[in-house]
């Protein structure tokens, strides 16, 4: 008996030498966390997941040699025949062995959970003993939460033993191994996503290639056919292309992407009339937005975001594309206003290309302005941003030609109802004084615009756009589609190109009074 004494006493150093090793690995390991989650860098965080997946496994050896040792340790002590059984040794064996499961003190819960844990351990692996532990750890919790905790309830303090450290490290091992399936699940989904959101892009292309069909076809059925003439000279092959349906559709404004065009060579403002005049539309180059100004922004609005998407005949085309948002500034108020109250601007200074776009009378360009009025303390983050109005503006006339210059369109009360005709879209009241300036560009002209620079206290280059009653004229040739006389005013299809008409429009305030 001295000699197993011995050996227990033997057994129980190396277990408390595996259990400081234990402690530094788990400190390690907290460390790792901690840095893991300060540093963002892809590769160096796949490393430390290595790291502690080959951690982990040490740590699994670790326990299964502790349980090994226990084990053996137990059953020697049984095997040794007792010639005058002592109660008290009895008891004393009883309590080693069992030591696993009764230093789980506190609610039932947690030592039913030290139960399994201990008959596991001990290389038990009956499923229905396993599934019924399982069972009764829950109505143990359903309970535990159902019934409030006494007051002033003294709870026995657990007592901290190789067991317990044992526990204790397997806990840190399944946190750890919860986070990892975390990072798995997260690197998955952003995979999932990216493969999702290339499907949805095909199926836009598909029925933006659908909507320019059918929209071709309700024309030609419109439309009286016009006489033969001869054709038109080609065009010079690096200028234009020639139109195919099938290889040239409507893209959505969820493919392009928005840029900030701030020019590094300072201020430089181009010449409107010489530079955006009437020209050929190349389909194959599409045309180019230029986000620049929102003039007449109320006071109390602190941050203006805008939101575009095409549609076509009242339809949205694609999904809306969010430009990122910016601060609203003062100082600027409209040249022709006369209230005393200030206004604010917000300097956008947003490019947006739209390449490879078939022209067509009815697409235009819905611009929904949302506005926040609160921002963070660094002024780095928008909250609670809410839509305060929108505007429309239409892109092509009935030649298929781009209504290229520089346009003030104001913005419109809320509800966003893109049917509307033109007559009714005027009779929307006006948010406040509120005006969005844009530049619409072909796109062998975007980058030559580029290098002007929107500035807030000259605008008047920016024209209102006008729309002038008379019937269409047919134009045959590849810049231009088959188009009839429209009885309906409110048909997009009959609109001439804009005019420089500066009278400003019809606020609020003038309508009500």
Known sequence: ????????????????????QLEQQRDELAHQVSVLSEQSNTSHLEGLLMELREQEERNEETLQQLAEHLHLLHVREVSVPAKQPDPHKNKKMHRDSYELISCADGPLSTQIKALRQAYMQSGGSDPAIVARMIDLQAE???????????AGKKVKPPQRGPSW?????????????????????????????????????????????????????????????????PPPPPPPPHHLLPLQPKTHIHAPLSLLQARSFSSPLGRCMLDSLDSLGPAPYDPAAGFVVFYDLVLGV?????????????????????????????????????PYTHSLTPRNYALLSVKQPVPSIQPSPSLSLVVEVQTARDLDVHSQEVFKLTSSGWTRIQLFDQFNQLHSGHWRVPVRSLPIRPSLSLTQLNSVPQVGSMELC??????????????????????????????ASSHPVTV?????????VDPHPTQLSSLLPFTDHQDPPPTEAARQS
């Open 298 to 334: 109320d006071v109390s609005q602190r941050a203006l975001r805008l939101v575009a998407a095409l549609y076509s005949e009242g339809q949205e085309v694609g999904s809306p594309t969010p430009l990122p948002p910016v601060e609203c500034l003062s100082g600027v108020s409209l």
């Open 476 to 484: 045959h040739g590849n810049a231009a589609l088959p188009v009839s």
């Open 165 to 229: 450290e044992l526990l204790a490290v397997e806990h840190e091992n399944q946190r750890l191994e919860e986070e990892i399936l975390r990072l798995q699940l997260a690197r998955e989904g952003h995979h999932n996503y990216e493969v999702r959101t290339e499907l949805e892009l095909i199926q836009r292309e598909n029925l933006l290639q659908i909507a320019s069909l059918q929209a071709q076809l309700e024309r030609n059925k419109e439309a009286p056919r016009p006489r033969r003439q």
């Open 1 to 20: 008996m001295r000699e197993m004494a011995t050996l227990h006493e033997r057994q129980l150093a190396l277990i408390h030498a595996h259990n400081q």
């Open 140 to 150: 143990a919790q359903s309970l535990e939460k159902n019934q409030p905790a006494a």
């Open 438 to 467: 844009v530049r619409l560009i072909n796109g062998r002209d975007g980058e030559v615009q580029t290098l002007a620079k929107p500035d807030p206290t000259s605008t008047s280059h920016y024209k209102y756009p006008t729309v």
